[in-house]
C-alpha cells in the first residue's frame, strides 16, 4: 500500500500548482509582465533571501534611512504576481522597484530594465520553507511532517513551482548584461562585497555615495551593513495580515482569516517575515536518508546546469553525512 503524503495546499492555476495568496487573474498577468525602462525587477524563489536582498536595494536607494514597517517595504517593491495591473503603481524614490518569484524568462526580459536573481542553496531553502508553510495557516500544513514537506519540495508540487526549475533558468541568464545573479551564501560571507557589487549594477553613483563619509563620520556603505543586519530587520519585517494599506491585497487577506504560529509578540496576525539568516540550518532536519533523496532530485533536475557548483562545498558535507547511518533522531523526523 503506497504511502500517502501530505502536502502544503496550493491553489490550481492553468494546471500549475499556486500561491494561496494569488488569484487567476494576477498570476496570469503576472506570467506576462514585462518590466518597464528603469525598472528594478528581483527575482527569487521563496524563502532565498527576497527581503535581504530588497531591504539592502532600499537602503541603496534611500540613502542608508532605515525602513519604518512592513508597510513602507511593501509600497516600495511590490510582488508583480499579487496584482491585477501592477503597472499602475510608479516609483515610490528614484528608482520603480518590484519583486516576484515567478521564474525568469529571456522572452520577458526588456534590456532596458535591470534585473536582481537571487539563489540559496536547496537544502537550506528546503527547511526555511517547511518553517514557513507550517507557520502560516493559508496553507493548511501547521502540523505537517518535514519528510512530507520534503518529498513535496522534490516533486516541485509548491505553490510557486519547482524549486530547481526556477534556479536553473535564473542561472541560464547570470550573464546577461542587465542581469545581476546573487547568492544567499555570498551575502552571509561577505555582506560589505554584495552591497557594493548591488550599488554599482543600480548605478555608479551609488556605488560612489557609499564611500563618502557623513556628518557623523561614517560612510554610507557602513550605515546599510548595519541597517541591513537580522536583529535590524526583525524589528521591521512585521507582515500584518489583519490590516494592509493596498486594498485588494487587504481583502484578499481577510477572506483567507491568516493566522500565523510564529505570532509576532502574541499576536497570531503578525508574522516576522525574518528568521535567523544564517546558512547551514539544515544539518539539523535532514537525516541521511533524505539527504540521498535530496541528491537524487538534484542530479535528475540539475542535469546539464552547473548550477550546483555554487554550492560545492555544502554539497560534499551533504553527500558525506549522507553515507552515514541513521540515528535513532534523525529516524524520528520520517
Not at 31 to 47: N, P
Not at 101 to 116: M, S
Not at 232 to 245: A, I, L, R
Amino acid at each position: 500500500m503506497a504511502l500517502t503524503r501530505r502536502q502544503p495546499y496550493a491553489q490550481i492555476i492553468d494546471g500549475e500548482p499556486r500561491c494561496p495568496l494569488a488569484t487567476p487573474e494576477t498570476i496570469r498577468n503576472g506570467l506576462q509582465f514585462v518590466a518597464h525602462k528603469g525598472d528594478l525587477l528581483q527575482v527569487s524563489y521563496l524563502r532565498s533571501g527576497t527581503h535581504w536582498v530588497q531591504y539592502i536595494i532600499q537602503l541603496i536607494l534611500n540613502d542608508g534611512k532605515p525602513i519604518d514597517s512592513y508597510d513602507e517595504f511593501h509600497r516600495r517593491a511590490r510582488n508583480v504576481e499579487y496584482y491585477a495591473d501592477i503597472s499602475q503603481y510608479k516609483a515610490i524614490g528614484p528608482v520603480r522597484t518590484l519583486r516576484t518569484h515567478l521564474p525568469l524568462r529571456l522572452e520577458k526580459l526588456n534590456p532596458e530594465a535591470k534585473y536582481v536573481y537571487v539563489a540559496r542553496n536547496p537544502w537550506d531553502v528546503c527547511v526555511s520553507l517547511y518553517h514557513l508553510v507550517t507557520s502560516l495557516s493559508f496553507y493548511r500544513f501547521q502540523d505537517g511532517t518535514f519528510d512530507d514537506f520534503l518529498e513535496t519540495f522534490l516533486t516541485g508540487c509548491l505553490p510557486y513551482g519547482c524549486y530547481f526549475e526556477h534556479l536553473v533558468a535564473g542561472y541560464s541568464l547570470k550573464d546577461e548584461p542587465n542581469v545581476l545573479f546573487l547568492t544567499y551564501e555570498e551575502l552571509q560571507r561577505d555582506i560589505r562585497e554584495v552591497v557594493l557589487r548591488v550599488a554599482s549594477f543600480i548605478g555608479e553613483h551609488y556605488l560612489k555615495a557609499l564611500k563618502e563619509n557623513g556628518e557623523e563620520g561614517q560612510n554610507l556603505l557602513d550605515v546599510i551593513i548595519r541597517n541591513s543586519s537580522a536583529e535590524s530587520m526583525k524589528k521591521v519585517m512585521v507582515f500584518n495580515f489583519s490590516e494592509c494599506s493596498d486594498p485588494d491585497v487587504d481583502r484578499r487577506f481577510k477572506s483567507l482569516n491568516i493566522t500565523t504560529n510564529s505570532a509576532h509578540e502574541g499576536d497570531t496576525t503578525r508574522h516576522n517575515c525574518v528568521r535567523n539568516c544564517k546558512v547551514g540550518k539544515w544539518k539539523e532536519y535532514f537525516s541521511p536518508e533524505q539527504l540521498r533523496r535530496m541528491e537524487t532530485t538534484i542530479r535528475e533536475k540539475t542535469k546539464g546546469s552547473s548550477v550546483m557548483d555554487l554550492w560545492r562545498d555544502i554539497r560534499a558535507e551533504a553527500l558525506r553525512m549522507s553515507r552515514e547511518k541513521e540515528t535513532p533522531a534523525s529516524l524520528t523526523q520520517l
